[in-house]
């Protein structure tokens, strides 16, 4: 038993030294990022262009300076209400009618335009745990909803992603933790079948070299079997039709073979400039 066990320690000490293969732990990607949470689309950068829900509709402010259209702008007004406008424009994407404000799609979208804002937040105050609490507990009320709108609606499902521009990252049914020891081997395996592919192509590519010169020389042969059947008045075993097809697998390989010279001439050409 020591024996065996001094034995593999000797062939993993000798793996070791001839891969070079390094393991980096991935970094960590907090929930709140639009990563995990499934956002692809962000918020609307220039705020001053928007006026707040309250004095969108009065025909005063459409002729007002630019000064006073600054003031009451969302910019000016505070997040409050820079977040009712993000929300109000999700639900008029997906809203049914006019008076629709508890179905799942409006939900939805009224949750995701809060997610949104709060990643806003976050990435301005990383460190705001009550934050961090409140937009998780968003994202996975979203879940929850989009779940469920799976369950019994995929075509609803479907389109209500497409319009909010999100996608949808469900729970992981197991929990697989990532350690180093498994990494490594995947990272070994990978090694090792880069280096089996590599020997394959080069392989490949010797018996392709070879083959023209075989070719060839299956050509004279058979032309001189041919011939001194012809002479000898024997009973002719090789054919027109072999010999011609023996020239054209020869013409294609060159013709093959004119096109690799010409890629690794180009090639080398790049690499010179």
Known sequence: MLRRFTSLVIQNRGIKQQVDIKWVRPDYVPAYKPERSG?????PKDTVKFTALDFS???EIKDAPEAVKKIFSVAHLGRKEYRTLVQKDLIDRVRRHKYDENTSETRIARITGHIRCLQETMELHPKNVNTKKLVQELIDR???LLKFLRQYDYKKFEWLLEKLNIEYKGHP????KLTRKESLRKLTEMHCDD???K???DYRNLLESQQGP????????LKFIRSEQIELQLPITVNEQDIAKVEQQLQEWKLRDKQKQQAKQKKKNILLD
């Not at 956002?39 to 918020?43: A, H, I, V």
């Not at 049914?173 to 697989?176: D, F, I, L």
């Open 142 to 144: 979203r879940k929850k």
């Open 195 to 197: 280096i089996r592919n």
């Open 199 to 201: 020997k394959l192509s």
């Open 214 to 221: 075989f070719l060839q020389e299956k050509l004279n042969t």
């Open 173 to 176: 049914e197991t929990y697989h």
């Open 57 to 59: 509709l009065s025909d």
């Open 39 to 43: 956002d692809l689309e962000g918020l």
